[in-house]
């Protein structure tokens, strides 16, 4: 996970009163990791005029 993002998830969570517990972070990362790989692809794609009616599934894995 990029350090910005380590760093704004903490902040979130701090904000919202929580306090991540040693490792929390590390095991987020894969999560946080997936959906900013599938984001990446979603966005990449140049869909012109068309019409979307997307759909996103986490547990898809990027290849």
Known sequence: MEKLT???LAA???????EPKEGDL???SQLIDTYMAT??????VDLGDE???PTFHP???VK
Not at 12 to 18: H, S, Y
Not at 39 to 44: E, I, N, P
């Open 12 to 18: 979130l969570l701090a904000q919202a009163g929580l």
């Open 51 to 53: 019409e979307i009616a």
């Open 59 to 61: 547990e898809w894995s």
């Open 26 to 28: 590390e095991r987020f």
């Open 6 to 8: 380590e760093k704004t």
């Open 39 to 44: 984001l990446k692809v979603l966005h990449s």
